[in-house]
């Protein structure tokens, strides 16, 4: 039996935590507990118990990249970004913990004179959901600085190095493992003038303010670039500016940003996600395909 007793054994625990309140899309359900495992000791225990009484768990970053349905969540959501956020820079190499703002990394490497994430400066996310995702902008990506990844693998801690994982455009091995939990990485960086660095960041900031709806709760990029295009043109070529449902509307600003433009359910946002699929392909001829993740759908499981 599960209770929130036991799980206090193992971390900070929430009972009856609304979901909508964990993501950027600020929507969602009620989910029955949200951990924040205490170190890799208790998340391994916590894991191991979770498993042997087959009850249902998963690994959240920010929640920045997630459609979360509507539907009560009769599980555990595991949230390293608490405890789970140490970094660690020595010359070029950076060993940084799962938990940690992909942000607040990007900042802490370019105060430090090291270049290689400057493309992530934006990316709202942890370093463990960003490596999950292979993030990437500005035609770079976090698989370039990987050098390893520390893994919770079968119950063991492991390091895998790079060569062991495949990583391609928003993919790498770990969507198809999800018995396999990013606890750290390290990132193999450049030395370069902290000013440029900086300079380069802030460039890429104000393009951003000016061309993504930050104000307005979404999960970023709503769908992958199909090769040799952009997703955003796409959407655009075929009118959809502003098409809406519900309070789910495509921006106004980036048509491959989904807006929640006041209290949007999350089938308001997934039957938009539908009618733009389907519009593209029939105006087109190109199959888009989310880039986002679906968290409690029972057909997304």
Known sequence: MINKEILENYGLVQEKVL??????????????????????????????????????????????????????????????????????????????????????????????????????????????????????????????????????????????DKSEIEFRYRFSTFQEHDDWIILAVELELVSKDPSLIQALMLKRQTKRLATQPLQLASAGSVFRNPEDHYAWELIEQCGLRNQRIGDAMVSSLHTNFIVNVGEAKANDVYQLILSIKSTVFDKLGIMLSEEIEYFNWMNHE
């Open 19 to 160: 979901i909508k309140s964990l993501c950027s899309f600020h929507i969602g359900g009620l989910a029955d507990y949200l951990v924040f495992p205490k170190n890799e000791i208790a998340l391994m225990q916590l894991i191991k118990l979770l498993n042997e009484q087959s009850f249902p768990f998963k690994i959240w970053g920010k929640g920045s990249n997630i459609l979360a349905s509507d539907e009560p969540y009769h599980g555990i959501i595991i949230k390293l970004d608490r405890y789970f956020i140490d970094v660690f820079i020595q010359s070029s190499s950076v060993i940084a913990q799962a938990g940690v703002s992909l942000i607040a990394l990007t900042y802490q490497c370019a105060k430090a004179g090291l270049s290689g994430l400057e493309f992530a400066s934006g990316i709202p996310g942890t370093l463990g959901g960003a490596v999950y995702m292979n993030a990437g902008a500005y035609h770079a990506c976090i698989f370039d600085s990987i050098k390893r990844i520390y893994v919770l693998k079968k119950n063991e801690l492991v390091w895998m």
